[in-house]
């Protein structure tokens, strides 16, 4: 269920105790807006980079910082926004016709024939989440109204949350700062050309119903299905999926065992592509790690450390897809070493490179056997892939 408390992002180190002090800015913010705000501290070790909760006991607001992000600007970002939704949890001042999922949702999982519970679950977690980025648009606009925050600092939050979007909390919350920066009359020209380079044009139009909302000043439940549906446009191949993936779940826990069949790897430029397989390759029976089916178990994970034993131990190959874009991305060249370790340490192949170009990846030799996709095209390379995974 959709819990309406404002969590902000993932990591996981050692714990030990820091003392937090209240800057003056954070508190004339308290101040003006009259906030109900308790006890703030850093914990070292927390699955977001801030945790606010109120108190049952004294009514007022604790808040959680990860020490990670101590005394950096991202800490003085996240601190204000979360005092924007404290602020909307105490005294809304939109309208929020948004039904719960309890009321929305049956509509969604009738039109979705989503009938296992685990499939409900991931529908209703997008939906909440999705319900949670429209409040927080209207609440980085008050924000920026106020002048709490500036249109450097969201753009800032944009980037933030773009370079974290392999989950969909962040991606949404990458879609309000832009929509809120747009609608202020800031630059948005650098996500423009990412989305369209990622040829994510529903997500331009996702950004349009942020900035409808803030015209309004209202959310509805007509939102959230028109988001929910530019997200998920072929709603009987998302059912398949989101059925499929929702059943990959370990017979038990010897991660010594291959979790999967196949495990992609590739840049987002590339996203298109990767998904045809990941989505082709389910379909027809194969356990595959593709990102977008991870949202649950990537939520709240160390993810340097979650990604290095995927791809080094979890997986009987690794389909790697080399372009330029992926010999430039920390992401991707942090795989690729994960998968290369792998592949030294085993006497068969496990790479399986797929190229898009001609680009030279540092550790796979030239003479490794590789596919040209543009070549040998997507329905045969399926097929080869299929072969190849099939063998015991």
Not at 165 to 184: C, D, E
Not at 285 to 291: E, I, N, S
């Amino acid at each position: 269920m959709c819990t309406g408390t404002h969590i902000q992002l993932l990591a996981n180190i050692k714990n030990k105790m820091l003392e937090f002090h209240l800057d003056k800015e954070y508190q004339d913010i308290i101040d003006k807006e009259q906030l109900p705000i308790g006890n703030y501290s850093y914990e070292t070790f927390l699955g977001a980079d801030i945790i606010f909760e109120k108190n049952k006991k004294t009514g007022l607001w604790d808040t959680k910082v990860y020490a990670r992000i101590r005394h950096t600007a991202l800490e003085r970002l996240m601190i204000i926004s979360s005092l924007g939704s404290i602020k909307r949890m105490e005294n809304m001042w939109y309208a929020d016709h948004s039904s719960p999922f309890s009321v929305n949702g049956p509509l969604l999982l009738k039109e979705l024939h989503l009938n296992d519970e685990k499939s409900k679950e991931v529908a209703e977690s997008v939906m909440c989440d999705l319900r949670d980025s429209f409040h927080y648009t209207i609440e980085a606009n008050y924000l920026l109204e106020k002048g709490y925050l500036t249109l450097d600092d969201l753009r800032e939050l944009a980037k933030y949350y773009q370079e974290v979007s392999v989950i969909n909390p962040m991606l949404f919350q990458f879609l309000s700062a832009v929509a809120v920066t747009r609608k202020n009359g800031g630059s948005v020209s650098y996500f423009n050309d990412i989305l369209v380079s990622l040829k994510r044009y529903e997500l331009l139009k996702i950004i349009d119903v942020h900035e409808e909302i803030i015209n309004n000043n209202e959310i509805t439940n007509a939102d959230i299905r028109k988001t929910f549906n530019l997200l998920y446009p072929d709603l009987e191949n998302v059912t398949k999926i989101l059925k499929l993936t929702s059943e990959m779940v370990l017979e038990n826990n010897d991660h010594s065992k291959n979790e999967y069949h196949v495990a992609l790897s590739f840049a987002g430029e590339d996203r298109n592509i990767a998904k045809k397989f990941a989505d082709a390759l389910t379909i027809s029976g194969f356990k595959v790690f593709y990102d977008e089916y991870e949202q649950s178990k990537l939520w709240g994970k160390d993810l340097y450390s979650h990604l290095s034993e995927v791809y080094g131990k979890r997986a009987k190959y690794c389909l790697m897809i080399i372009s330029k874009s992926y010999s430039e991305k920390l992401w991707t060249n942090h795989e690729r070493k994960s998968a290369q370790a792998k592949a030294f340490e085993q006497s068969r192949e496990y790479i399986l490179p797929l190229r898009l170009d001609e680009t030279k990846i540092d550790g796979v030799n030239s003479t490794v056997g590789y596919i040209d996709y543009h070549k040998v095209g997507f329905d045969e390379t399926l097929s080869l892939l299929k072969q190849k995974l099939a063998e015991e």
